[in-house]
C-alpha cells in the first residue's frame, strides 16, 4: 500500500489547519506536510504541535508557489505518490483513499470533483456561478472538459510530478495543472469529492473579479510565452 | 510667429535628447533605441516649429487633425509598454518565488 505525502499550501490558517490534520491522521495518514506561506499568524506551530512536517516560506508567494515547493520536495525525497490537500478543512480525508485508486490503474493524475455524485454542502450560487465560467474558460484555453476544474484536490504520482512545473504562483495554477495535463496527454481521471463550504472556506476562497484578474493573468503568460 | 508651447516643446525635446545620449555613451541603450529617440525629439521639434507638418502626416492616414493622431499612436504605444513592464514584473515575481522557495527549510 503506497503511503501518500498529503501536500497541505496555508495561508494564515491557523484557525482550521489544527482539524485539518487531526482528521488525515484519524483516517492514518501520517505523512503530512504543511507548507506555511509567509503565514502571519500561528499556523507553522500549530501544525508542527500536531505532528505535521513544516517547509516555512519567509513571504507570501500564492498558492501555486506552496504547491510547487511541495512537489519538489516530494520528487528530492522520492515520494511515490502525492495529494494536494486545502488548509481550510473544505475537503474530507475520508476522500484520499477513493483518489489513489486510479493511480493503482495507471492513471498519471487524479482530481477531485465536487459535480460527480457527491453533492457539495451549501455551495454558494455566485460560487456555482464562478466555477461554470471556469469550466468554460477551460474548455476554451486548454481544449478539455472536465466537470470541475477549479477542485484543488489531487492525487499525483511521482513520474507525473517531474511533468508538473507549477509557475503561476498565485490561484492561476489549478488552470496551468490543467493546461499541463493537455500539453503532456497526461492519462487522468476525475473522482467524486465532497466540498463542504463553511463561512470560513467561502471568505477563503475567490470572488469574481479575483477570477477575472487569474484568467487575464493565464492569458497574458499564454501570449509571452 | 513661434508660440511658446513650440518653443517649450524644443527645450523638453533638447532636454530629453541630451538624457538619451548620455545613457548611450554610458551603453545603457543600444545604438538603435538611440536612433529611435532621435527619430521621435526630432519630428517632435518639426512639428513644434512647422505644426502643419503633423497634419499632412495624419491626412496621410486618413486621420483629419494631426493631435489626433499624436493621441493614436500614444495610446497605442502605451499599451505596448504596459505590457512589457506586466511581463517584466511577472518574470521579477516568478525570481523572488525561486529565492523564497531555495532558502526555505523545513522546520
Known amino acids: 500500500m503506497m503511503d501518500p505525502l498529503i501536500i497541505i499550501p496555508a495561508f494564515n490558517e491557523e484557525k482550521a489547519i489544527a482539524d485539518v490534520i487531526k482528521d488525515l491522521k484519524s483516517h492514518d495518514y501520517h505523512n503530512i506536510l504543511v507548507i506555511d506561506d509567509g503565514s502571519k499568524d500561528r499556523t507553522a506551530e500549530i501544525a508542527k504541535e500536531n505532528g505535521a512536517k513544516v517547509i516555512k516560506h519567509i513571504i507570501n508567494r500564492g498558492q501555486g508557489a506552496a504547491l510547487q515547493t511541495g512537489n519538489e520536495y516530494a520528487i528530492k525525497n522520492n515520494i511515490e505518490v502525492i495529494v494536494h490537500f486545502d488548509a481550510d478543512g473544505q475537503f474530507i480525508a475520508e476522500d484520499i483513499k477513493n483518489m489513489l485508486e486510479p493511480l493503482k490503474e495507471g492513471y498519471e493524475i487524479v482530481l477531485g470533483s465536487r459535480f460527480l455524485g457527491k453533492k457539495p454542502i451549501n455551495i454558494p450560487f455566485e460560487k456555482k456561478l464562478i466555477l461554470k465560467g471556469g469550466r468554460l474558460f477551460t474548455k476554451l484555453f486548454s481544449n478539455i472538459s472536465l466537470s470541475d476544474t477549479h477542485n484543488g484536490f489531487r492525487a499525483i504520482s511521482k513520474s507525473t510530478l517531474e511533468k508538473l512545473k507549477i509557475k503561476q504562483d498565485g490561484m492561476a495554477h489549478a488552470s496551468e495543472i490543467i493546461d499541463l495535463i493537455k500539453k503532456n496527454n497526461l492519462k487522468y481521471k476525475e473522482v467524486p469529492v465532497t466540498v463542504i463550504y463553511s463561512d470560513y472556506s467561502i471568505s477563503k476562497g475567490q470572488g469574481i473579479f479575483n477570477s477575472l484578474r487569474i484568467a487575464f493573468k493565464l492569458i497574458i503568460r499564454k501570449l509571452s510565452n | ?107
Open chain 2, 1 to 107: 510667429m513661434v508660440e511658446i508651447i513650440s518653443i517649450i516643446i524644443i527645450l523638453f525635446a533638447l532636454f530629453a535628447h541630451s538624457r538619451a545620449y548620455l545613457r548611450f555613451k554610458e551603453r545603457k541603450i543600444s545604438w538603435i533605441e538611440f536612433i529611435l529617440w532621435t527619430i521621435i525629439w526630432i519630428s517632435a521639434i518639426v512639428v513644434a516649429l512647422i505644426p502643419e507638418t503633423s497634419s499632412k502626416i495624419s491626412n496621410f492616414f486618413g486621420i483629419e487633425r494631426g493631435v489626433d493622431l499624436l493621441v493614436y499612436v500614444s495610446i497605442i504605444l502605451i499599451f505596448y509598454l504596459i505590457f512589457r513592464l506586466y511581463i517584466k514584473i511577472d518574470q521579477a515575481e516568478q525570481n523572488i518565488t525561486k529565492i523564497v522557495r531555495k532558502v526555505s527549510k523545513e522546520e
